[in-house]
């Protein structure tokens, strides 16, 4: 079946540490793969975007996400992160649905990435 | 450019009421996806136009909700017969170009809706 897996549901880690944001995609074809973000009480920005290509792309506000083919992932990582990173990340697949004209964009549970305070 | 308007941001409604949720995609914008947001389910796609044609409707309950886009400049979800368990924060996107390639979606503040 195909599916997008965000395998954490929280991250938290120190301000001015790394952050790396695990995903995983279950699709026959390579997808258009996507992180978007949702700050508290807003809509959901996108972040980065891959298709093909370099496998390492950059991303606004310093993000930067990695594909693999081998290991069917798109993680999101970022050197130091701020208190204004605090948000839920979404990763999101889109992929032709045979015989549908669908290629409508799957979203993953998300994961809320925090500050220790 | 006011970005994806949504409307009404908070709605309240009694069991078994109509829900009627609006979406006024950014002009120029030839796709409009609705999504579901809860806690447990995450975000659940329900269903997208391409220059208000209906493309896939496949997460769309099938008794009580439908969608709609008559104009370019905005689209409907209906939820007839409201039960509790279609409470929910129901998000609007639109996309400048999404057909042979997948381009950015621009999301709404969404709509609340709680059903008492």
């Known amino acids: 079946a195909q599916s997008v897996t965000q395998p954490d549901a929280r991250v938290t880690v120190s301000e001015g540490a790394s952050l790396q944001l695990r995903c995983k995609y279950s699709y026959s074809a390579t997808p258009y793969l996507f992180w978007y973000v949702q700050y508290p009480r807003q809509g959901l920005q996108m972040l980065l975007k891959y298709y093909s290509g370099d496998p390492v792309v950059q991303g606004v506000n310093g993000f930067e996400a990695e594909f693999s083919k081998s290991d069917s992932s798109f993680h999101l990582r970022k050197a130091s992160v701020h208190w204004s990173d605090s948000a839920v990340y979404f990763c999101a697949v889109s992929v032709d649905l045979p015989g549908t004209g669908s290629n409508r964009l799957t979203f993953g549970k998300g994961t809320k990435f925090s500050l220790i305070p | 450019n006011a970005g994806v308007i949504q409307t009404p941001r908070h709605k309240v409604t009694g069991k078994g009421q109509e829900a009627t949720l609006w979406c006024e995609p950014i002009s120029g914008h030839s796709a409009v996806f609705w999504y579901r947001q809860t806690i447990v389910q995450g975000l659940e796609f329900l269903t997208y136009f391409r220059n208000q044609a209906p493309i896939d409707d496949s997460g769309m309950p099938k008794e009580r909700f439908s969608a709609q886009m008559p104009n370019q400049s905005h689209s409907t979800l209906k939820i007839q017969s409201t039960q509790p368990q279609d409470s929910a924060v129901y998000l609007c996107?639109?996309?400048?170009?999404?057909?042979?390639?997948?381009?950015?979606?621009?999301f709404g503040s969404g709509t609340r809706l709680t059903v008492l």
């Open positions: 996107a639109s996309s400048p170009d999404w057909g042979a390639s997948a381009e950015t979606l621009y």
